[in-house]
């Protein structure tokens, strides 16, 4: 008997920090799992979020910050928005898929020393892992 393939979409404004990191790290601990990011907007990968996954021993490098694609979006078992701009304007989806909100800070936003400015990275990043870890 073949288990079915779950499709995972994580959704975000820009697709350049939260959304990739949450991809990373569920390609990392969900590797049966058809795993993609995008945005409302194309921002570009944020480097703060790819050295913060690197500091966790995740290559997210090769990326690429995407835009929503409607086919995959509606094809998804399960759509996880990582911000409230996200969860606000992502197109309705049927009720056959599950959608989730994870209400995460932007650490791009942040702003203050570069030591502060790490920290909050590395607070978002912790968190997402963990939201990602206990997905099932």
């Not at 909100?101 to 030591?115: Q, V």
């Not at 909050?120 to 099932?136: C, G, P």
Request: charged residues 25%; aromatic residues 8%.
């Amino acid at each position: 008997m073949t288990i079915p393939k779950l499709q995972v979409y994580f959704l975000c404004t820009g697709n350049s920090c939260r959304s990739q990191m949450a991809e990373g790290y569920a390609r990392k601990y969900h590797p049966e799992w058809d795993i993609q990011s995008a945005g409302l907007e194309k921002h570009g990968l944020n480097p703060r979020a790819v050295q913060t996954m690197a500091d966790d021993g995740l290559d997210i490098s090769h990326q690429v910050s995407t835009l929503i694609d409607d086919d995959y979006l509606f094809s998804s078992d399960l759509i996880i928005t990582l911000c409230g701009d996200a969860n606000d304007k992502c197109p309705v989806t049927p009720s056959n898929i599950k959608r989730v909100h994870w209400d995460l800070e932007d650490p791009a936003k942040i702003t203050g020393t570069e030591e502060e400015i790490a920290q909050a990275f590395a607070k978002t990043r912790d968190l997402i892992k963990i939201y990602v870890q206990n997905l099932e």
